[in-house]
């Protein structure tokens, strides 16, 4: 049984289902579009679904706000003021909010992002993914590379500051030198945060079904290595697995996310971890995933499932996330965003420490991953199964 002394802080998960067209890697709930988009009956139905969960939360402020999917800019700029507007007329957000929206730069011209702006989004993640034609072609994107680059620079001109640019790596048939090319071309933008990940094939996904021809384990780590060496001598400090940010810049709603602090989700298929201090539980919450089921529901619960999260299973929910961290974690804070005791932690971790994969500094009280232990993140996790 946990004991809960101190709720951690609280973000915003919103989920816009809709996307022009299905990439074969993807395998978030995204749905292509088919027809014209009721904006405002979505729109009304993420306020709804978020009045609904204000019990969960009574008291408490939002931090961080995520708008992902799917392409939230496929909504229009006033769908969006409207949205903030009425979260705000909801539930207290912090002055200082960060408010983060996803945006594919297919969907994007001048006036959409200064009205995106303006409507109090200060935080644009651009899915990018490359610089090359072909290999945006190969992944299904809608853009090509002159339009990737004119949205950077329009985000900027529209007064976007903060400005995250999404890129894979390990793309089919990618060669180092074209990989190279993609991070040193984000890197000439300046943007405040590049997020830099390798294509990997999900169940359940075009690619799954018909694999394309990959890079090589040997290559594929070339790549991510030199484009580590890249990103870190442009003053771009990794943090996190795949996530590197100028000083001061760290996407602060993802970080919440790895040092399990708690989120509301609303939107299909969204979901939420939500402390109670009251019941001394930790709830994960799941919405309607079908964006027609999701809609249907008219003021009824938006919550298509819940389960309470302890034990074992807490203890890894919470590594899951915090092991991703380049700087680690301080145990005080697994005690009391778990309210569990470190023995249950060093119960588990007692392998991969000896192992050397893991490294706990006893005049800190940090846990970290060691070099080689990122190489092994996974087996690492695997360990820290439940059931093992």
């Not at 702006?117 to 490359?130: D, K, P």
């Not at 894979?168 to 990989?179: G, I, K, V």
Request: proline residues 5%; contains cysteine; negative net charge.
């Amino acid at each position: 049984m946990p004991i809960l002394t101190q709720l951690p802080p609280l973000s915003l998960y919103i989920h816009f289902p809709w996307c022009i067209q299905k990439c074969p890697y993807c395998d978030f709930n995204s749905h292509q579009q088919k027809s014209t988009l009721n904006e405002d009956e979505y729109i009304n139905t993420l306020l709804n679904d978020l009045e609904n969960d204000l019990p969960l939360v009574w008291g408490r402020k939002i931090n961080t706000i995520f708008m992902g999917g799917g392409t939230p800019s496929l909504f229009s700029p006033k769908s969006m003021e409207t949205l903030l507007a009425g979260i705000r007329s909801r539930i207290p957000l912090s002055p200082n909010a960060e408010i983060t929206m996803e945006a594919n730069p297919g969907t994007l011209e001048n006036e959409r992002l200064f009205g995106f702006r303006e409507s109090g989004i200060n935080r644009i993640s651009l899915g990018t993914q490359s610089f090359h034609d072909e290999h945006l072609k190969k992944l299904g994107r809608i853009h090509d590379s002159a339009t990737a680059t004119n949205a950077i620079e329009m985000a900027k001109q529209a007064g976007f500051e903060n400005i995250n640019i999404d890129l894979m790596f390990a793309l089919p048939e990618q060669t180092l030198e074209q990989a190279m090319y993609d991070i040193e071309t984000a890197i000439s933008f300046s943007p405040t945060h590049i997020s830099y990940y390798q294509l990997t094939i999900e169940p359940n996904t075009a690619f799954h079904n018909k694999p394309p021809e990959l890079p090589n384990d040997d290559l594929s780590w070339d790549i991510y290595e030199q484009g580590q060496e890249r990103l870190s001598n442009k003053n771009y400090t990794q943090y996190e697995v795949s996530a590197y940010a100028k000083p001061g810049k760290t996407c602060r709603h993802n970080m919440n996310y790895w040092q399990f602090g708690d989120y509301l989700g609303i939107g299909a298929g969204a979901h939420a971890k939500i402390t109670d201090g009251s019941k001394q539980s930790i709830t994960r919450y799941w919405k309607n995933k079908n964006p027609k089921d999701y809609l249907s529901k008219k003021g009824d619960t938006y919550i298509a499932g819940a389960r309470i999260i302890d034990g074992n299973e807490l203890v890894f929910e919470f590594l899951l996330n915090a092991l991703r961290l380049n700087e680690g974690f301080n145990i005080e804070t697994y005690i009391k965003h778990t309210g569990l005791k470190k023995d249950e932690l060093f119960n588990i971790l007692q392998k991969p420490i000896s192992q050397k994969l893991i490294e706990y500094n006893e005049k800190s009280n940090i846990i970290t991953t060691t070099t080689i232990g990122k190489r092994f993140l996974n087996e690492i996790l695997q360990h820290c199964l439940p059931d093992n």
